[in-house]
């Protein structure tokens, strides 16, 4: 759609209640090109080209560097026009970037800078901050004791080398990762956070782990899935988590491309903002969208949490925010650089 629509398009995502793909466009006559492909047309104020230029400055601001395909820099030092911003990211739905926030919080160097933009952009008040989802936990599918979750299994077709992929900031560069049990399953071979999220664990100990396809439907008392591929799925999308604090949720995508500020000073960007419930010790875990196949989304990298005993906010009422760094980006690299893709 982005193709065939040029400058006028303005996103798309998918809408459940009609099973249909939903396109933004900028003109009558591009709606009606819509419809012809087959797709849903809603004409909007802004392409999605000025939406993500939006983003992109917010970005820049923030320190991220410009980069090329297969290839990653890390982010540098946050100006004062986006500090205290916990977050944004584009939202078809609205044609608008929405910018988080926790309440109070946005400093007037920052409200200046969002002004500027008008009401292409959207305030967003968090009722908490986000924050990463590494912690102990009570067994399952673990790795490190239980402190995060194992993602998907990779490996490389011509040498037959096994890998995990997890989030990065489960672990450090060169660590020896232990998996359910606390036998040895190798070492940390390549690891991203800021900028990124996720890390690359080569297997060091196949003749006691044996990998495949699979993601367990409940990392407490077995099943499993086979995962066949991977998407980067639109807005709307239903797409389940697997981790060894809340085992299986699922929910829907609800942002794409988000820059998350975790804990007030650990910048990712890229993400994927999801309603799938999230608590400590889920880092790292295996987000899929079920269907026929099943298809790997990403790994789990932090959530807005409300504090102990208060599962993913719905004890007060809260709404689930939680989010996932794309596997499409993390096959991207480590596809070039280590040669691993998923089984």
């Not at 849903?40 to 410009?66: C, F, N």
């Not at 003749?207 to 993601?215: E, K």
């Not at 608590?279 to 504090?307: F, I």
């Not at 009422?317 to 760094?325: A, D, V």
Request: net charge neutral.
């Amino acid at each position: 759609m982005r193709g065939k629509l040029g400058s006028s398009f303005g996103g798309s995502w998918f809408d459940a209640q009609s099973g249909r793909l939903v396109v933004g466009v900028t003109s009558e006559a591009s709606a009606a090109q819509v419809t012809e492909l087959g797709a849903t047309p809603k004409v909007v104020a802004r392409s999605y080209a000025a939406l993500e230029s939006i983003a992109t400055e917010l970005d820049t601001l923030a320190g991220r560097a410009p980069e090329k395909a297969g290839t990653r820099t890390a982010a540098g030092k946050p100006q004062a026009a986006v500090q205290g911003l916990a977050g944004w990211h584009i939202d078809p739905t609205t044609n608008s970037v929405v910018v988080s926030v926790g309440r109070d919080r946005l400093s007037r160097r920052a409200q200046e800078n969002l002004t500027r933009y008008g009401d292409a952009v959207r305030t967003e008040y968090l009722p908490a901050a986000p924050t990463t989802t590494a912690d102990y936990m009570d067994g399952g599918d673990q790795i490190n004791g239980g402190s995060c979750s194992a993602g998907f299994n990779l490996r490389n077709p011509t040498t037959g080398k096994g890998y995990l992929l997890t989030a990065g900031h489960c672990v450090s560069l060169n660590q020896t990762v232990t998996g359910q049990g606390g036998s040895a399953f190798g070492k940390v071979v390549s690891r991203w956070f800021l900028t990124y999220d996720d890390a690359l664990v080569e297997a060091t100990n196949p003749g006691y782990w044996i990998q495949g396809p699979w993601v367990d439907t409940n990392p407490s008392n077995g099943g499993f899935i086979n995962i066949t591929g991977y998407t980067d799925a639109p807005v709307g999308t239903y797409v389940c988590k697997s981790g060894v604090k809340t085992k299986m949720t699922c929910g829907n995508i609800t942002g794409k491309d988000e820059t998350v500020t975790f804990d007030g000073v650990n910048t990712v960007y890229g993400l994927t903002r999801r309603s799938a419930c999230v608590e400590k010790g889920d880092s790292g875990g295996a987000n899929y969208a079920p269907g026929a196949p099943n298809r790997a989304e990403g790994v789990t990298s932090g959530a807005v949490l409300y504090g102990t005993g208060l599962r993913c906010g719905s004890a007060i009422g809260q709404p689930t925010i939680s989010w996932h760094f794309p596997i499409a980006d993390s096959i991207a690299y480590y596809s070039v650089a280590y040669g691993a893709n998923l089984w």
